[in-house]
């Protein structure tokens, strides 16, 4: 679809103006750390499939088609948040990358040929679909829902499982510190991994958002 210059209806993304050919420039980065990764094009079919589906999409302009990022190396990219600059022309993509961005192998397409990445990243963005997850569990409350029923006890119920999994996650830690496997350090990532759910449905539970905990580890980072 061509669109003339000045529409505003890209998708479901509004304030987005595609130009005359029907595109809009999609710069992409890390939502870990606002590193940019490449630079691409949306047109409306591009951005309609990414809502869609979490994982980005482009125009190919060289084939004339859509393409999914990672369509074939398996480097795809996870959608976190998409927005609009300030006057429309272009998309902002933070994303959660599984694997380089660039066709080189290297994280971004702005990294100098032959280096694979200048900052190793851990996939904390990921997080933010958890987060998002809770928070609709906590709207809705589903019938059969773990989360919507641990919020319905309330704090008592929520906090006692974040007591109950931190005990677990040291259970964890000191059977791998007696003697370290694969099997004990999978423990105590799995251990650690229900301790991250519960103190996430603890912040939701209490109406506090995840910024607040990250800008409060930021201002001790500078301190």
């Not at 990414?50 to 190919?60: D, M, N, R």
Request: aromatic share 4%; net charge negative; charged share 25%.
């Amino acid at each position: 679809m061509t669109a003339d210059p000045g529409d505003d209806r890209i998708g479901t993304l509004p304030g987005a103006r595609y130009d005359a050919t029907g595109l809009v420039t999609a710069v992409v980065q890390d939502a870990t750390d606002g590193r940019v990764l490449m630079v691409a094009h949306m047109d409306e079919e591009a951005l309609a499939a990414t809502l869609a589906t979490g994982e980005v999409h482009f125009h190919s302009r060289s084939r004339g088609r859509l393409w999914r990022k990672g369509e074939t190396s398996g480097n795809i990219l996870q959608l976190v948040a998409i927005a609009p600059d300030c006057d429309g022309d272009a998309l902002l993509v933070a994303v959660a990358p599984i694997g380089p961005s660039c066709h080189r192998g290297t994280r971004s397409c702005f990294d100098p040929e032959g280096r694979a990445s200048d900052r190793a990243t851990q996939g904390f963005a990921w997080l933010e679909i958890l987060w998002q997850a809770i928070v609709l569990r906590s709207v809705e409350r589903p019938s059969g829902s773990y989360t919507a029923s641990l919020l319905d006890g309330g704090v008592d119920a929520v906090g006692r499982k974040v007591t109950e999994e931190a005990t677990e996650v040291l259970l964890a830690a000191k059977d791998d510190a007696n003697g370290s496997t694969p099997a004990s350090r999978s423990a105590v990532a799995a251990e650690t991994a229900d301790l991250l759910y519960h103190a996430l449905v603890l912040l939701a539970e209490r109406h506090v958002d995840p910024d607040t905990v990250i800008e409060t580890l930021r201002a001790r980072h500078r301190g």
